[in-house]
């Protein structure tokens, strides 16, 4: 008889989850993993959405999380929890599978992203009031380390920028202000080494770090031009690419900060947003110099392959922020402008690429395009949405 | 803008006026639904450097303690022109010279009041 008992325990414990949870989809199954979930953010009202891309579908409100205007996420590794980055420095811990906030922490006045450390143990927050970054414990989010981004003379204090997680444990990210580029190890989170490269460039807006973990770029705004740190060849430094793509011409004006991250790469080549042009840069992956330029339809913001890489998706800042383009990588040209609608601000792709999630701020909607035959599969209701984050991040190098 | 929508924006003065919702000089050459527009770009695009809450990202704060004691015509100015050598952009194209004024004169209001 002694093996029921067990059995019932077991059961008893799964209703009594059920019964705590809330969630939806809960009632329809009793267990679920949560490689298809996602959060989408609705940014002007602090809250999240928790959706499902394989039913295209809102599974879950997640409300209470603050100012989420230029608001990111990023998983743990298991791709049960979900930490969100607030405008206002909140640092929220969700839990997508019972849908609730299991922390949240106010961990600076000014905030504008994070990452996760390559052993799912660390978060970090990358500010710009007070400029730094900021390490938790990604179990608890108490603080474990807090590394301010001095420059100067060492009264002042810089925005931080483009932080994204590398191999070793480490965080890179960029001091705005300061045009320095900070690689932080910390394989021993009491005592985080800091090595510093300074004199990378005017204005470095963003930062990504490829697919492979090996090469941090930052985007510079005050030049044309990008600064490429071979992670595996630290002591090489940092260098410029693509130094004066704008080749000296006059620069339209950018009425949206373009973003890098690590969807940058497909087939060896990565594509870049241009500052100031209408164009994205094409950028070999082994000689690091230009090999083509692609004029699209305004500003890039977001330049985003596909996960297979065959394709690269474009969206732009005003006035041309109800378009997406689409590049057809071999024949390094746009075959597709679609236009979802006023106020793109994001596009997500489903872990194998077959849809694309696209947020639409001003029709309060979630778009959903099938990325072969570009028609539109659904519409989901948001409120101002703007990031959409899946779970298949949780696994990815520099996020 | 063109006579007829002069024409709009007079009648949505004398509208605003008769209300007693005309917030100064300026305001009622914005159509009502033009400020609703602007209202809505001050905050979700300015926003995207300035914060949606205007409290400061990228670019500075824009809150009324912020703009104190600043004139509206060099704060316009600087919305239409942009600031060389940063990151903010010459607004003029999108925006007219009226709303311009009309923005940061809401700003050093309060958007929300």
Known sequence: ?????????????????????????????????????????????????????????????????????????????????????????????LDLLTATVVKRVEQAGNSIGGAISQDGRLVAVQNYEPGGVKVFDAATLDLVADIPATYGDGSARSKVVGLADAPGNRFVFTLYDAGEIWVADLSDPARPGLRKYTGIGRQPYDGLVTPDGRHYIAGLFGEDGLALLDLWNPDAGVRRILDGYGRGEQPLPVYKMPHLRGWAQAGGKLYLPAVGRHEVLVVDGASWTEIARIPVKGQPVFVMARPDGRQVWVNFALPDNGFVQVIDVPAAAVVRTLEPGPGVLHLEFTPRGEQVWVSVRDQDRVRVYDTASFAEVAALPADKPSGIFFTARANRIGF | ????????????????????????????????????????????????????????????PLLPDDLAGKSAEAL??????????????????????????????????????
């Open chain 2, 1 to 60: 803008m063109s006579a007829g929508e002069r024409g709009k924006g007079r009648r949505t003065l004398a509208v605003l006026l008769s209300l007693g919702f005309a917030t100064g000089a300026g305001a009622g050459e914005i159509p009502a639904s033009r400020q609703a527009e602007l209202t809505s770009l001050v905050r979700q695009d300015c926003g995207s450097c300035h914060g949606m809450t205007l409290k400061g990202g990228l670019g500075r």
């Open chain 1, 1 to 93: 008889m002694t093996p029921f008992r067990p059995t019932v325990l077991r059961w008893a414990a799964v209703a009594a989850w059920l019964a705590l949870s809330g969630l939806p989809a809960a009632a329809e199954t009793a267990l679920r993993g949560t490689g298809d979930l996602g959060i989408v953010i609705e940014r002007a009202v602090g809250r999240v959405l928790l959706v499902e891309n394989s039913g295209r579908r809102r599974l879950a409100e997640i409300a209470g999380l603050g100012d989420l205007s230029h608001a990111a996420a990023v998983f743990s590794r298991d791709g049960r929890y979900a930490y969100v980055f607030g405008r206002d420095g909140g640092l929220s811990k």
């Open chain 2, 76 to 113: 316009a100015a600087v919305v239409l022109d942009g600031i060389p050598g940063t990151p903010m952009p010459p607004w003029r194209g999108l925006l007219s010279d009226d709303e311009a004024l009309w923005i940061v004169k809401r700003l050093a209001g309060g958007l929300d009041r």
